[in-house]
């Protein structure tokens, strides 16, 4: 079945199953592969993306409760990496492997247009819900401060 | 394997493509560092490796030969030669390489081995050609070679008559000129580098930052079809029959076949279903009807009676005996008698395994995701029937390694499936739950019954430890291994490892810091049991066994550098000259492994309901005279950190009947960010040995550093893993 998707900005019709979860749709049928695959279950939070502006996984929403709303992902954070996270992402040298931190980005990126002036509780509940295996929680931490354009709280 | 023939170090140069200068280089050692990967002799090297290549507009094109786990070698070899090149980094550009053992020697992510492996050769090649292009300067100016010089930034300075020349200049000369001696190339002193021992970022942070397709996973190939594969639950079952012509009707389905064992070359029997979309073939795994034979029958509950069992009998074997430990246990002053118990563990990178395979023409092209791409290379040479010159074997960043892309498991199969689907390239992916359910396990699980003694004055005096460990045939799994030299061997007069094995058919091998990963925590948590049983100071303790005379088989801890890392995070932390409130403890402890020093301190505070709060960690540690890229290396310790801990808090794999209980992260609770520690210090000891590697060391110690902090704030000592199963969670 045909569904119309706006994604970064761009409309685009994908022909797919309805319970497609919008995460393959991205990656195999849209060619979009910064949303990453990680768990499947909505645990590791690798696929984030925004979702009328909210961080959303994207293996928990089906194609067809995607279609239609403005969805954003790490490909159309910023037109050239130039977002504060992506920016103070490569300052701090946050990434070790960086498969996790497309997701990690976006998460932070949702936090930040919120709540522009986070504390160290404000990222522990925005960022809990993206794993990362290599264990970069300290840089990504300060990364959001560095991006929110504060010292970190502990450092 | 010894010769008398010379050993072997030479450049070549010539023109590149665009009319550069390439510089290639052949070097013995690589083909040493191969030779260890292989377990034994390989064939030479026929042709040196392109490795630089100057261009005309001044910019270097730097080949990155090892693969890019996340470790930082992408970035960290091609710094090696850009240093003693003298160039500046901004104009530095990187490329991965193919796999390709007759032109890289070694390539491989494993052992934290890069480093002490490749820091001269990296360096000294840089240096050969940054001599090439001296002396090209030298000769179009008609002046001495030595009256020349670099002068960063790829310039080359005639003092004398106020001339420099670009590298981008020289080029078309240099490649005309024979090249130098790679081993009399004059290295750069270390206090005048510029790049080694600074902050570099990644080079492939702009593209994962703006989500760049980079990994295997991330493969887009035309006509491209998707692959999974179902293997047996229980571990070396293989497929009796299967519903196969009843998936290959499904729509969206290429096709549906079983797959034969082929145990030398990795492969897994199983049932393969090749689709148009990865969605459409994994939900066609919910229609197969597989009869499954053989496999293994293991359980963790029988795991666990049975090593209680092996504890009472006599050991199997004995790993080392020194001095008269029976003895020493009955004269000792006091004596404390601990079983330790540690889990199964999965190793869980966030890329799950994927592997693309394309037959077409006679010809196999592979991208794979391994830490051993040159094995991943042998297997699908043998499985596919073609010569290794009709196979091409490209490199991907992975998405995390840990030991588990050692094993090229999912390569075999990737290459299997594409034999069978030829002419089009075929992107096989597991999903989490095949990657939890056939993993090659580490840690293995393990069983430590220990005791040991201290004299009247406080002093260790006996020590012993009967091992239980999975393995097969009297011998242990893979890393499923403790050595003769682990400490505190040599350091107490009397001494034992014995061993014995537990039946086991699961699968295991390399995770981060294998064996010390989890040795660590039985030995510091012991060592901390018989410090209080002594009535010492844990580090002063720790220092004291240090200054014990050796005894029996030497080899292992260098007493030391131990004593400097051990004397520094305590200085560092505040050990002993901080009040902490009621309920606060701080713990200690050291671990040598990789040819790494670390002794870690873990602040902990627990509260009644057993919650657990690390407040800060500090590592202090000796890796040698250089830290090479002071980003990556901290970061590298950070993530070790965070990853014992979680590991220690809650990471357990069970098993019944063969297969693995946990599927997925719901029942893997991977640490998280509002779990892990805000701060962790990390300080160097730079000493006068040989730089190496990062990848692994820092981790063991912090598992019984938690232990230990946990005892010092709570007087509860934990001698299983995980923390949860004895009530504690994150705070």
């Known amino acids: ?155 | 394997m010894t010769s008398n023939v010379n050993r072997r170090n030479f450049l070549k140069v010539s023109v590149a493509a665009g009319g550069g200068l390439m510089i290639a280089m052949y070097t013995d050692a690589f083909a040493d560092l191969l030779a260890q990967g292989r377990g034994g002799p390989p064939p030479p090297p026929l042709e040196p490796s392109a490795f630089i290549v100057i261009n005309k507009d001044n910019t270097v094109t730097i080949t990155a030969k090892n693969p890019e786990i996340g470790q930082g070698i992408k970035t960290m070899l091609p710094m090696l030669i850009a240093e003693e090149l003298d160039v500046d980094w901004k104009d530095v550009r990187v490329v991965q390489s193919d796999v390709d053992s007759a032109k890289y020697g070694g390539q491989s992510a494993g052992g934290s081995t890069a480093t002490p492996g490749n820091y001269m050769p990296m360096r000294q090649l840089g240096a050969a050609a940054r001599a090439q292009l001296m002396a090209a300067a030298a000769a179009t100016w008609n002046v001495p070679e030595s009256s020349v010089m670099t002068m960063g930034g790829g310039t080359v300075m005639h003092h004398a008559s106020n001339r420099n020349l670009k590298y981008g200049e020289l080029v078309a000369k240099a490649a005309t000129m024979p090249a130098p001696a790679l081993a009399s190339v004059t290295l750069k002193e270390p206090k005048t580098f510029q790049i080694i021992g600074t902050k570099v970022p990644s080079v492939d942070n702009p593209a994962i930052v703006t989500g760049k397709p980079l990994f295997g996973m991330d493969m887009n190939l035309p006509g491209m079809k998707f692959a999974v594969y179902e293997k047996c639950p229980a571990f070396g079952g293989t497929v009796a029959s299967a519903n196969t012509a009843d998936i290959k009707k499904m729509p969206g389905i290429v096709d549906c076949f079983v797959v034969e064992p082929n145990p030398q070359n990795s492969l897994s029997g199983g049932v393969a279903i090749v689709a148009d979309s990865w969605w459409t073939a994994q939900n066609a795994r919910k229609s197969l009807k597989i009869t499954w034979t053989g496999g293994a029958d293991n359980s963790t509950a029988a795991f666990d009676t049975n090593a209680v069992a092996l504890s009472k009998a006599a050991p199997q074997s004995v790993t080392r005996n020194d001095g008269d430990v029976d003895a020493a246990l009955k004269s000792a002053a006091k004596t404390v008698t601990a079983a330790y118990q540690y889990p199964f563990l999965v190793h869980a990178p966030m890329e799950p395994m994927n592997c693309t395979s394309k037959f077409a023409d006679g010809k196999l092209e592979v991208w794979a995701t391994s830490q051993t791409p040159q094995q991943a290379f042998q297997i699908a040479t043998r499985l596919s029937g073609l010569d290794a010159g009709a196979i091409t074997m490209h490199m991907q960043r992975m998405g995390g390694g840990f030991g588990r892309r050692l094993a090229n498991d999912y390569i075999a199969e990737s290459v299997a499936i594409a034999k069978m689907v030829s002419g089009v390239p075929v992107h096989l992916r597991w999903s989490r739950e095949d990657d939890m359910a056939h993993d090659v396990y580490n840690r293995a699980g393990g069983w430590h019954f220990l005791s040991g003694g201290v004299d009247a004055a406080g002093k260790l005096v006996a020590w012993r430890d009967h091992f239980v460990t999975v393995g097969s045939q009297s011998r242990p799994s893979g890393s499923a291994t403790l050595g003769n030299t682990e400490f505190p061997a040599k350091f107490v007069p009397n001494f034992s490892i014995v061993q014995s094995i537990n039946e086991s058919a699961i699968p295991t091998g390399p995770n981060r810091a294998p064996g010390s990963n989890v040795l660590a925590f039985v030995m510091q948590s012991f060592m901390d049991e018989l410090a209080h049983a002594a009535g010492h100071d844990p580090v002063a303790f720790r220092l004291a066994v240090l200054d014990t005379p050796p005894t029996g088989a030497n080899g292992g801890v260098d007493a030391e550098r131990a004593k400097g890392v051990v004397r520094l995070v305590a200085e560092k932390s505040g050990w002993g000259k901080r009040t902490l409130p009621k309920g606060t403890g701080m713990g200690i402890a050291f671990h040598f492994s990789h040819r790494g020093y670390f002794a870690e301190v873990v602040e902990a505070t627990v509260d009644a309901q057993k919650r657990v709060k690390v407040n800060k960690v500090w590592v202090a540690a000796d890796v040698g005279s250089q830290i090479i890229n002071t980003s990556n290396a901290v970061n590298q310790c950070e993530g070790s950190v965070v990853d014992g801990l979680g590991q220690a808090m809650s990471l357990e794999m069970t098993l019944d009947a063969g297969a693995m209980q946990q599927h997925n992260f719901n029942t893997y609770p991977l640490i998280r960010m509002r779990q892990a520690p805000v701060a962790i210090q990390v300080d160097w000891l730079l000493s006068d040995n040989s730089p190496t590697g990062l990848g692994e060391p820092a981790m063991p110690p912090v598992i019984p550093a938690l232990c230990n902090a946990i005892f010092a704030a709570t007087g509860d000592r934990v001698r299983s893993l995980p923390l949860s199963k004895h009530g504690y969670s994150w705070a």
Not at chain 1, 18 to 28: A, E, F, K, N
Not at chain 1, 57 to 67: F, I, K, L, S
Not at chain 1, 104 to 126: E, F, N, R, V, Y
Request: with cysteine.
């Open chain 1, 1 to 155: 079945m045909a569904y119309t998707l706006n994604v970064n900005g761009k409309t685009q019709t994908v022909d797919v199953p309805g319970d497609m979860p919008l995460l393959w749709v991205l990656r195999d049928s849209l060619h979009l592969y910064g949303t990453k695959y990680g768990c499947g279950i909505g645990q590791c939070g690798a696929c984030t993306v925004h979702i009328r502006g909210r961080a959303a996984r994207a293996c928990q929403v089906t194609v067809q409760n995607a279609a239609n709303a403005p969805i954003v992902t790490i490909e159309g954070l910023s037109a050239d990496g130039t977002h504060p996270v992506q920016k103070a992402w490569m300052d701090l040298d946050v990434p070790q492997c960086g498969y996790c931190q497309a997701g990690q980005i976006m998460s932070a990126a949702a936090l930040l247009a919120t709540t522009p002036k986070p504390t160290d509780a404000d990222i522990d509940g925005a960022m809990s819900g993206n794993i990362c295996r290599c264990g970069t929680y300290t840089r990504i931490r300060e990364g959001i401060h560095r991006a929110a354009g504060q010292k970190a709280e502990a450092l």
